[in-house]
């Protein structure tokens, strides 16, 4: 029997990418980079060597049930973990462990993000399975530190602690940091003791519930309340009852920051969060004017730095933009500077409020 | 018997609008101010207290046959000519004459743009109804020539000569000349001799095709030899073989600057040809920031003296366009600066050749 599972975790809504992901089709179910793939189906191409789909577990949104198995006809439906209501990440982890934990009480997962990027796919693979192994060893929580490719202010940092003996770059965790002002970022790169925290976790289910016990009471009484029905037919219909009732309260911030058994991998991989168009501008391939252009035509004489996401087969012409976000999906178009991108978020609340939910 | 008749040529193409005007539907037919009314319909809304809707005769091309029938359903489909080919006004303005003559060999007629803008209505038909009086009562061209408001570099101006006993505002042409450079527009207009050329004009069926027989016997010729069809149900099989070989040729060209009949009546109609974005920008209502919406909803921070007409519902958010055009129709999407819109015909050839023409 295979112990090691993945969960998946999908069902974020994400404003920043609007209005190329939209409430009903955030960005996870996006083919970002037009390679026909969205990041969610990337996410599981990319864990599949190394986990099978029977052990892989995706939670998400009741509302995007649908799409999902659309996008992944191969999972089965029992695999689909469907929140009644929008929680932070620690109900969802809380959850997927005893999910798990009653279908394979040995069980290892390793815990995913759906919506980033990863170009070193191989060592991810290695990374994952020798952390699996670290994890199933002995009770203790693990994330994933990436090596700093720049002072990134918009990345948590893992400070790096005593190294584990025999277990090559693993550390115990000195601390975690939120989003650092830009010298403070500049101190930590330099430092070459701090890593980008990824938000990939691993640990057994034992380990984790046995942290949600000792760390987080209220999620943890809230969903062992629920031990007779899991993997039974009755779990969905103690979900839709317990999880509205569960705090909205982040994995790190429940769990990750205040465990004294928890470690950090370091690695290489390639990621970027795609956090924002900044991101993903800084990841895709640009053209000799150093433009982006996502399921579009474009015809520009005078653009530069720019990025073209214009879904359904466009034309775009364009004069005169430098350092641009021109967006379209549906009925929303936008076209801003990236230096404001941080202002996109208020104003998809903007348009929510003005002109109603169907533009958003 | 009303002998008053009016020729609403409505066949051109436009792609200075482009993507808001499209291949499939022009300028002429699109709702240019959000009032519900096409450029087209505010036309004919305009001359019917004149002329009624039985002598209202609209030529264009065979492909807009179906929208003119659908925005036009009061109009006659006997009263709609359709040219089985794209030619210039000379040909258009031949055939509608003899069409008009044989029904009616006393009518006079006013042959007007179907694309323009023009404020004062009242003051429009007076001056058409003095101009068909003028021409009903000898052998003269007339043709309408507006107060410059401007020294407009995009329009022909038409010099006054002596002015005629008993009509006022009425003078002998001293000459037509092109669109002039902005030095000389300037002078133009200083003068007080001249006036922008409007594109509209007045004269009995039988002065216009006299004209013809003497100024361009290439056209005339070929439509003389449909007289024995014109208002019979041959005239069209008749046209569809003649009218491909007429010479494509410009009235202007063809017979006004050539006659020696021709005269112009001035006036102020409070009138732009709409040939270019920034012609509607100085047209249409702005608002506080000097922007100007049509047919979508806009939320912008710092944008200034724009123009945003993008169609179907859509909301649009923008920041840090100062005299931009943002255009949007069906599959193509146009953003540029207002000062470069000279250059708009040659990208829409460019998209044309580069993508083909389902995008414009």
């Not at 394979?104 to 993000?113: K, M």
């Not at 796919?121 to 199933?136: C, T």
């Not at 989003?179 to 640990?203: C, R």
Request: proline fraction near 6%; aromatic fraction near 10%; include cysteine.
């Amino acid at each position: 029997m295979n112990h090691n599972y993945c969960v998946i975790m999908c069902g974020g809504v994400g404003s920043r990418f609007w209005p190329f992901s939209r409430n009903s089709r955030p960005k996870q179910f996006l083919d970002f980079f037009g390679t026909g793939r969205s990041l969610l189906q990337l996410t599981v191409d990319r864990i599949l060597p190394l986990i099978p789909a029977e052990n892989i577990i995706l939670v998400t949104n009741a509302a995007y049930a649908d799409i999902i198995r659309e996008q992944l006809p191969d999972i089965l439906p029992g695999n689909i973990l469907l929140e009644p209501a929008r929680r932070n990440t620690a109900p969802c982890i809380c959850w997927a462990a005893h999910h798990i934990q009653s279908l394979d009480p040995e069980a290892v997962i390793v815990t995913l993000p759906s919506d980033h990027l990863i170009l070193r796919e191989e060592e991810f693979r290695k990374v994952l399975e020798e952390g699996l192994r670290f994890v199933a060893a002995d009770d203790r929580l693990l994330t994933i530190g990436l090596n700093p490719a720049s002072p990134h202010t918009g990345y948590g940092y893992i400070q790096i602690g005593r190294p584990v003996a025999d277990w090559p770059g693993i550390s115990k965790v000195k601390s975690f940091t939120e989003k650092p002002d830009l010298e403070m970022a500049k101190v930590f790169v330099e430092s070459g003791e701090f890593y980008w925290n990824s938000g990939m976790f691993l640990w057994s289910a034992t380990s984790i519930l046995r942290a949600f016990a000792r760390y987080d009471q209220e999620t943890a009484s809230l969903f062992n309340d629920g031990i007779p029905f899991y993997g039974t037919p009755r779990e969905s219909a103690f979900i839709e009852e317990a999880f509205p009732k569960a705090p909205s309260i982040s994995i790190d911030y429940a769990i990750m920051e205040k465990a004294d058994n928890v470690f950090v991998k370091t690695a290489d991989l390639g990621w970027s969060d795609l956090g924002s168009w900044k991101a993903l501008y800084e990841t895709a391939p640009r053209d000799k004017r150093g433009n982006i252009t996502q399921g579009c035509r474009v015809l520009t004489n005078d653009c530069h730095n720019s990025v073209f996401a214009v879904r359904g087969d466009k034309v775009v012409v364009a004069d005169g933009l430098d350092g641009y976000i021109v967006a379209e999906n549906e009925n929303a178009l936008l076209i801003y500077p990236m230096s404001e991108e941080q202002k996109i978020r208020n104003v998809v609340n903007d348009v929510k409020n003005l002109f109603g939910d169907k533009y958003i």
